[in-house]
């Protein structure tokens, strides 16, 4: 194999977790390890643990056993280190482990400073103590905008999309996503049985942040009368005469699937500014809540509310991420060896590619309002509040 310029390169998992990370791990560690020879060092609790310099050498044991593991073997965190409101870090002493010595050798010249550098500072020193030729970030798109902040300022980075929201620029799809989609289609199943038992209307709220992939797919998979995305804002008045139909035809229970950024036509009209303030101070603790009350008080329907929260980031990957997280390592080992930096790993149409950092930094992938899938959700008379 041909020599590469990366010997030592450190790996992270930052932001949100999810069914994939330790597949994502296994896949980079066992390609650069196995096949280039590099050694690996685990950066704990994200960008905080380079901040702070917490990491540790890894040895073979670390990977095995890890692919169907949920999770992060490193622990993760949402450390934002160029948000500019931040207090400068403290750099806490070097937890050093028993490890070849890199680590030690690093606790040892560990860079005085301290008090008053800059967390991006603290971080290139932290990749000098430790000997990095390069690093690999597992995350969303705060992670991977980090990364290219990183890059920019002269660290040989690559990045892999990571997130059950898969709203990530770039690829078509991110590993944790389809585990989500599996868990959020178990949960609808089980509400079928029990809305038809009591003729009720059934909210689940799911996540997403502001895209509303994770509600498609999974409203879509569990057979959801209606689905309620932030990219198509709704009419109350729509989703209730979509279940007085359903009323009328003898269906007198119904799914509704919202998505928590979901928007009502009266938020979207709002300015950015306000509409966030509007939701903050709206009066039900979350929007599938609120779309409760609101079908209540339109149609007189008995609602109940299931917001599925963190069981979408919890438990084992499904085979898709586990296939899609291996594959997204290996192919980062690859850029290692190839030297090319500065981009993030990805999935288009049925090949495994690249693009560059500075093309995600910054950007949300939304549902195009054109998405087959939603016209193939219309098409089994599904509502989404727009009709
Ligand atoms: O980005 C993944 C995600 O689960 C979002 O879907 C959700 O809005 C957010 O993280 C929750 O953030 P936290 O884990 O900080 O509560």
Not at 11 to 25: E, K, Q, R, V, Y
Request: with cysteine.
């Amino acid at each position: 194999m041909k020599n590469s310029a990366v010997r030592r390169f450190g790996i992270l998992t930052s932001g949100g977790d999810c069914p994939g990370l330790n597949a994502a791990i296994r896949g980079v560690a066992k390609a650069a390890s196995g096949r280039y020879g590099m050694e690996i060092v685990g950066i704990n609790h994200g960008y905080r643990g380079l901040i702070e310099g917490d990491a540790r050498l890894m040895t073979e044991a670390d990977f095995s056993g890890i692919l169907t593991r949920g999770g992060t073997i490193l622990g993760t965190s949402r450390e934002k280190p160029f948000r500019k409101d931040e207090k400068p870090a403290e750099r806490s002493i070097l937890q050093t482990q028993s490890a070849a010595g890199c680590v030690d050798a690093a606790a040892d010249n560990a860079s005085d400073a301290s008090y008053g550098s800059s967390k991006p500072e603290l971080i290139a020193n932290t990749i000098a103590d430790l000997q990095l030729d390069a690093l690999v970030v597992l995350g969303g798109n705060g992670t991977n905008t980090t990364a290219s902040l990183l890059y920019s300022a002269g660290i040989p980075v690559i990045g892999l999309p990571k997130t059950i929201d898969n709203d990530i620029w770039g690829t078509d799809v991110s590993f944790g996503f389809h585990s989500a989609v599996s868990i959020a289609t178990e949960a609808i199943d089980r509400l079928h049985t029990t809305a038809h038992s009591h003729n009720r209307v059934m909210i689940i709220e799911l996540m997403g942040h502001k895209a509303g992939w994770l509600a498609l797919y999974a409203g879509v998979a569990g057979g959801g009368d209606i689905i309620l995305l932030p990219e198509i804002p709704y009419d109350i008045a729509s989703v209730a005469a979509s279940l007085e139909r359903r009323r009328a035809a003898g269906k007198e229970f119904s799914i509704v699937v919202v998505a928590e950024g979901a928007l009502s036509v009266e938020e979207a009209a709002l300015p950015k500014k306000e509409r966030k303030k509007a939701r903050a101070a709206m009066a039900w603790p979350s929007i599938g809540y609120r779309v409760a009350a609101e079908i209540q008080q339109c149609s007189g329907m008995e609602t109940r509310v299931t917001v599925l929260g963190y069981l979408q980031r919890g438990g084992i990957p499904a085979a898709y991420d586990r296939v899609l997280a291996t594959a997204f390592g290996t192919a980062a080992a690859d850029l290692l060896q190839a030297g090319e930096f500065g981009r993030m790993v990805t999935k288009r149409a049925d090949s495994i590619g690249s693009i560059a950092l500075a093309e995600v930094a910054d950007r949300t992938r939304t549902v195009p309002v054109d998405h087959y899938l939603i016209g193939t959700a219309r098409r089994v008379d599904t509502c989404f509040g727009d009709d």
